[in-house]
């Protein structure tokens, strides 16, 4: 049986999108691939509100914020944790050689842009990372606000952990003044892993030439040269089968509309964050939570294992707390092409389950 995945991804994809990925293949030096990754790039664009160049990795999104911290740090990388993807940016950076300080939140809180502008202001760094939507504790950090404060320091590379917010969250890449945002095919998209996704500045490629050692596969100034001089090419072969799939769906997400799907995550969100409050509890503050995924607060003490198992015979799955959070929270993902029919079918599935109403 499949079980329809409400997890914070992979997430659940189409048939018809998974159709996409048969596509027949096509030579990854021809003109056809050319257009099909110049196509991409000019939706992506789109999508992220941007001018700046589309980037494609064949890795997970954690690819590219490797290649980030250590292709764009020079002096000193400022990285600010609100859960376990912003500390494993740090670890990126430390395991890479990169010198680095960690500004960690109390799980269930934001980065505030209070603690950016003391930190940026000492002067030691000229890049930040941010995690704009963490996964494993629900919450969306407030990048209007932390970006007001990075355009302070011109001459701070400021990274945005997008992925797993970027196509069910409005990020406004140009006027937020993001050098690098990155994202992942198997969240908010709506397609299987397996291509990692950023936006580049100008400024962080130059930047990038001046650093040594940035590695071969990740090198963000060979991918960004490669695509520039030889007709949107990759240094390396890419996945084609995704990139057919990732063609189709952005069609979809544009036909949709980007406000359409902006306001239906938002519809998802907050029907699921009414359902946890009246039954459990948030564990983010609600002012900064995810509108892509929601954490409750395990307050009943139910065996959230023994529930996933029940909903799995049912045909659902949902995921447990991550990290030190596993059964002490459970989480909801809503995201990518689930509608708030589905959410419903759902939250009606467990409540059967739990034998709560």
Same mark, same amino acid.
């Given at each position: 049986m499949h079980k329809k995945l409400f997890i914070p991804g992979p997430i659940e994809v189409g048939e018809d999108v998974l159709e996409k990925m048969s596509s027949p293949m096509i030579g990854h030096r021809s003109k056809e691939a050319s257009q099909l990754q110049r196509d991409i790039s000019n939706k992506l664009k789109e999508l992220f509100y941007t001018s700046n160049e589309i980037l494609l990795s064949t890795s997970s999104g954690s690819g590219l914020m490797e290649a980030a911290v250590r292709c764009c740090t020079k002096k000193k990388a400022a990285v600010f944790s609100i859960g376990s993807f912003g500390d494993r940016w740090h670890e990126m950076a430390v395991s890479n050689g990169i010198d680095a300080d960690l500004f960690k939140s109390e799980p269930g809180s934001i980065t505030t842009s209070e603690m950016v502008d003391a930190a940026l202001s000492s002067g030691e760094y000229d890049l930040v990372t941010i995690t704009h939507n963490e996964t494993s504790t629900g919450v969306m950090n407030p990048i209007d606000e932390i970006s007001r404060v990075v355009k302070k320091y011109p001459d701070v590379i400021f990274c945005a952990d997008a992925v797993s917010s970027a196509g069910g969250v409005k990020i406004e890449v140009d006027k937020l003044g993001i050098d690098i945002c990155i994202t992942s095919s198997q969240k908010a998209l709506g397609l299987p892993p397996g291509l990692a996704i950023c936006t580049i500045s100008e400024r962080a490629v130059e930047k990038a030439r001046t650093v040594k050692n940035r590695g071969f596969y990740l090198d963000l100034v060979s991918l960004y040269d490669t695509v520039k001089k030889k007709d949107y090419q990759y240094p390396s072969t890419p996945n084609l089968s995704l990139m057919f799939a990732l063609d189709y769906q952005l069609d979809c997400i544009i036909e949709e509309g980007l406000e359409n799907r902006f306001k239906r995550h938002l519809e998802m969100a907050e029907y699921t964050?009414?359902?946890?409050?009246?039954?459990? #509890?948030?564990?983010?503050? #609600?002012?900064?939570?995810?509108? /892509?995924?929601? /954490?409750?607060?395990n307050t009943k003490e139910i065996s959230v294992k023994d529930l996933n198992s029940e909903l799995g015979k049912r045909g659902f799955a949902i995921s447990n707390g991550y990290g030190d959070l596993k059964e002490k /929270?459970?989480?909801?993902?809503?995201?990518?092409?689930? /509608?708030?029919?589905?959410?419903k079918e759902l939250l009606v599935e467990i409540e059967d389950v739990l034998s709560i109403s």
């Amino acid at each position: 049986m499949h079980k329809k995945l409400f997890i914070p991804g992979p997430i659940e994809v189409g048939e018809d999108v998974l159709e996409k990925m048969s596509s027949p293949m096509i030579g990854h030096r021809s003109k056809e691939a050319s257009q099909l990754q110049r196509d991409i790039s000019n939706k992506l664009k789109e999508l992220f509100y941007t001018s700046n160049e589309i980037l494609l990795s064949t890795s997970s999104g954690s690819g590219l914020m490797e290649a980030a911290v250590r292709c764009c740090t020079k002096k000193k990388a400022a990285v600010f944790s609100i859960g376990s993807f912003g500390d494993r940016w740090h670890e990126m950076a430390v395991s890479n050689g990169i010198d680095a300080d960690l500004f960690k939140s109390e799980p269930g809180s934001i980065t505030t842009s209070e603690m950016v502008d003391a930190a940026l202001s000492s002067g030691e760094y000229d890049l930040v990372t941010i995690t704009h939507n963490e996964t494993s504790t629900g919450v969306m950090n407030p990048i209007d606000e932390i970006s007001r404060v990075v355009k302070k320091y011109p001459d701070v590379i400021f990274c945005a952990d997008a992925v797993s917010s970027a196509g069910g969250v409005k990020i406004e890449v140009d006027k937020l003044g993001i050098d690098i945002c990155i994202t992942s095919s198997q969240k908010a998209l709506g397609l299987p892993p397996g291509l990692a996704i950023c936006t580049i500045s100008e400024r962080a490629v130059e930047k990038a030439r001046t650093v040594k050692n940035r590695g071969f596969y990740l090198d963000l100034v060979s991918l960004y040269d490669t695509v520039k001089k030889k007709d949107y090419q990759y240094p390396s072969t890419p996945n084609l089968s995704l990139m057919f799939a990732l063609d189709y769906q952005l069609d979809c997400i544009i036909e949709e509309g980007l406000e359409n799907r902006f306001k239906r995550h938002l519809e998802m969100a907050e029907y699921t964050r009414g359902w946890a409050k009246r039954n459990f #509890e948030l564990f983010a503050d #609600e002012r900064y939570a995810s509108v /892509t995924l929601t /954490t409750i607060k395990n307050t009943k003490e139910i065996s959230v294992k023994d529930l996933n198992s029940e909903l799995g015979k049912r045909g659902f799955a949902i995921s447990n707390g991550y990290g030190d959070l596993k059964e002490k /929270t459970f989480r909801i993902a809503h995201m990518a092409d689930l /509608t708030i029919d589905d959410i419903k079918e759902l939250l009606v599935e467990i409540e059967d389950v739990l034998s709560i109403s």
